[in-house]
């Protein structure tokens, strides 16, 4: 079954880096997308990049009432989503020893407590169209492990737990559940790096350069697209050969 015509496609964290390229290419692919920001002003922003595409809306991972917000403006407006693209996520590095209490639950609470609060609410629009699509953006130190990120390596591998076991409940539906796990992204997250420690990740890629958001802008639009009806549950390394598991 072909995706219904005039689906709405929700992106969370699409002000910048990868959530901003996977609007613009869900846009291009014909979905009305909504996408969302922590403030007014980057709603508002993504409002007039989209135009007649799609609309932006506030909404933060922490906080429910954003998010049940954000699916009234969608049930009120364009409609509620028949693709949820699981992007917003954040970092808070810290080796283990030096680890604040704070950073730790800061970094699970947004990206594994946030993807419970957004998802749950999703689900409901796509059961009764027995249609979905669901993409969570990991990473691939999900894997690899990172030194520094226990709390963020931690809820990336909470993020595939959740989709492979989501995948199992909701495939009787049509609705697939999956991830892709990016490499190192030319964004804003990874812009914090200094040059030396930006070369000795390079050295490590097979590919020999950082990953643009279009390339993994590019594996969130196939797997929700038509070509991937057939798959879910799974996992989509987008890494330029830095694991190649
Ligand atoms: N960059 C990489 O190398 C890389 C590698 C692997 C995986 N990833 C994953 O890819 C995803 C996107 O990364 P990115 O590099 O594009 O990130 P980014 O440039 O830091 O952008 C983060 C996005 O998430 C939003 N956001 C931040 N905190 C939020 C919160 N508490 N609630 C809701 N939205 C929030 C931001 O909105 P505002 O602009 O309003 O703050 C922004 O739109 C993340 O899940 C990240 O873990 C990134």
Avoid at 154 to 174: D, V
């Amino acid at each position: 079954m072909s995706r219904p015509d005039g689906t709405v496609a929700f992106v969370t964290g699409a002000t910048r880096g990868i959530g901003l390229a996977i609007v613009q290419q869900l846009a291009r692919e014909g979905y009305f997308v909504v996408g969302s920001a922590t403030t007014a002003e980057g709603a508002e922003r993504l409002t007039q990049t989209l135009a007649d595409k799609g609309l932006g809306v506030v909404m933060r991972l922490q906080d429910q009432g954003s998010i049940d917000g954000a699916f009234a403006a969608m049930a009120n407006g364009p409609g509620t989503p028949l693709v949820l693209v699981n992007n917003a996520g954040i970092t808070r590095d810290n080796v283990m020893l030096r680890m604040r209490e704070e950073q730790w639950l800061d970094v699970i609470d947004t990206n594994v407590n946030g993807l419970y609060r957004v998802t749950k609410p999703a689900l409901r629009s796509m059961l009764k169209a027995r249609w979905g699509r669901i993409v969570n953006v990991s990473s691939v130190v999900a894997r690899m492990g990172n030194p520094g990120q226990s709390n963020y390596v931690s809820s990336k591998a909470a993020i595939e737990g959740f989709t492979r076991s989501l995948a199992h409940e909701l495939a009787s539906r049509n609705i697939t559940v999956n991830a892709v796990a990016p490499g190192f992204v030319d964004t804003d997250m990874t812009g914090e790096l200094t040059d030396d420690q930006t070369a000795a990740m390079l050295a490590r890629v097979p590919l020999g350069r950082m990953a643009s958001p279009q390339d993994i802008a590019s594996a969130v639009a196939f797997l929700a697209g038509d070509g991937a009806g057939y798959i879910t549950g799974e996992t989509l390394h987008v890494n330029g050969g830095l694991g190649m598991f």
